[in-house]
């Protein structure tokens, strides 16, 4: 009769969403749409125990739409339970290429040289790979970069400056926001004022994709992956590279990657096991980055060091603080302490005491492209209030006889760090300082000079001299 039919009709669509469930689970369904209510506050929260890199919107309560990416194997809701918590799923997919609008890898590469052929004069294409001597990743692939700067073929004594996009695969929107970074700072540089000043005064360095080879298997085989390339001694594919970064990679620190090589957060067999991770790390060891800019999705929010298992002193904390607000206000999102230690802003930090912060762009990791687009017209005047922001104190380190420069090791006085985080001028003598200007006593010393001890202002040249030898007297 109808009403069994009906009642098969409905078993059946409970086995449906039972299987749809068990491929979650599995890590088959690769990309699930969902959308859900205004105040349907639990939503955010059951799609969590989906995947653990999924972060709730930032507002509370608003109506919400996305696509979350299933990697886990927990899986800690059914698809009713979804519907009980005021989530719509809306479709879900497997193996689909990304949306129609992105820029698959060799596009990208096609369009940075592009740039770097039409404004040869600003812009050159850099393999870091070769340049820095490090090996390629697993698939033998190079790191690339997009220098900017107003003598772009000459290494001049100005701040050298970082956009990083993509440690994690999945997230479009870092390499189409790298891309139009790049276009903006070269087509504006005749029109702008506040471009040219950037351009002029510093070295700008745009890697478009961390993750050469996860960005290939995202376009080729699957949309959601996330990790590298790597393969891991049990058989599973990946480490994820934003937390197999040193400082916080492992334990006393409690909020790093995972120890299981499955996990869609592994952090890797060691800290900096992985060819892209040390790539940046001799990059950063060569820039001396004053400025570190890590492009994310998604979560509308700029995040800022250190995560919660890791502290600061309670001075630079609050400049943090203050400096993450004023660029997240400009992007209109929301400021948030980093969620994590053994990724690259938090190493960037430790190592160099680059201004470092990462932006979880958007709403979703891949959603349509014209929503991209927008998002990065939004944002785009808080990366620019990133690269503008005022260095409190800088200046340069230099032999006081022969004017050369000098890499020195800086150790500020009044702040005591806990971690034994580094400062130090670059092989060119330049240093920055992002401290309180009251906090301003500095010590420098390097190899055959003898230390000195300044209370430095905005803008200083320190010189520094070799001991005057001995003289032994004979009787």
């Given amino acids: 009769n109808i009403s069994s039919k009906v009642r098969s009709m409905i078993m059946g669509l409970r086995v449906l969403c039972l299987a749809a469930v068990v491929a979650l689970a599995a890590g088959r369904v690769t990309r699930v749409s969902i959308t859900w209510g205004q105040n349907a506050t639990r939503c955010p929260a059951t ?82 790979t070769r340049t820095l001597g490090v090996e390629p990743t697993a698939g033998s692939r190079s790191i690339f970069a997009l220098k900017i700067s107003d003598n772009v073929a000459v290494d001049e004594a100005e701040q050298n400056l970082l956009v990083v996009a993509e440690h994690h695969a999945r997230e479009l929107a870092g390499p189409e926001t790298a891309l139009h970074v790049a276009t903006m700072l070269l087509e504006e540089y005749s029109k702008s004022d506040t471009i040219r000043t950037l351009v002029d005064d510093h070295q700008i360095y745009i890697v478009w994709s961390q993750n050469p080879d ?52 592994y952090r890797g067999v060691e800290a900096a096991s992985e060819p892209e991770t040390r790539t940046m790390i001799a990059f950063q060891n060569d820039r001396n980055f004053a400025k570190v800019l890590d492009l994310h999705a998604y979560a509308r929010d700029v995040r800022q060091n250190y995560a919660a298992c890791a502290s600061l002193p309670d001075d630079i904390d609050a400049m943090y603080t203050s400096f993450t607000a004023t660029v997240a206000r400009r992007m209109d999102y ?111 010393e390097a190899p055959g000079y003898a230390p000195v001890t300044v209370e430095l202002t905005t803008r200083e040249t320190i010189r520094m001299y070799r001991p005057r030898p001995q003289v032994a007297e004979v009787e």
């Fill in 334 to 444: 929301s400021p948030v302490r980093s969620c994590c230690t053994g990724g690259n802003i938090a190493n960037a930090f430790h190592d160099h005491g680059s201004m470092s912060l990462l932006v979880e762009i958007g709403t979703a990791f891949q959603p349509p492209y014209a929503q991209t687009v927008e998002e990065i017209a939004t944002i785009w005047p808080g990366i620019i209030e990133f690269l503008s922001l005022r260095i409190p104190t800088s200046g340069i380190v230099v032999d006081g006889v022969t004017g050369d420069p000098i890499a020195a090791t800086i150790t500020l006085i009044d702040i005591r760090f806990e971690y034994g985080e580094i400062r130090r001028s670059g092989d060119n003598g330049l240093f920055f300082l992002w401290v309180p200007e009251d906090k301003n006593r500095v010590y420098f």
């Fill in 214 to 265: 996860g960005l290939a298997y995202v376009w080729s085989t699957d949309s959601n992956w996330r990790k590298n390339r790597q393969v891991n001694g049990d058989g599973t594919v990946g480490v994820d590279l934003n937390r197999n970064y040193p400082f916080g990679w492992g334990p006393p620190f409690t909020c790093g990657g995972s120890e299981t090589p499955s996990s869609s957060t």
């Fill in 47 to 128: 799609v969590a125990t989906f995947d653990d890199t999924y972060t709730a919107p930032t507002q509370s309560g608003a109506a919400g739409t996305g696509d979350v990416f299933i990697d886990e194997s927990d899986v800690g809701a059914t698809l009713d339970g979804l519907g009980a918590a005021g989530c719509t799923v809306v479709s879900t997919s497997t193996g689909v290429p990304p949306p129609q609008g992105y820029h698959n890898p060799e596009e990208l590469a096609a369009a940075m040289a592009a740039l770097a052929s039409r404004f040869s004069d600003l812009a050159e294409v850099i393999d870091l």
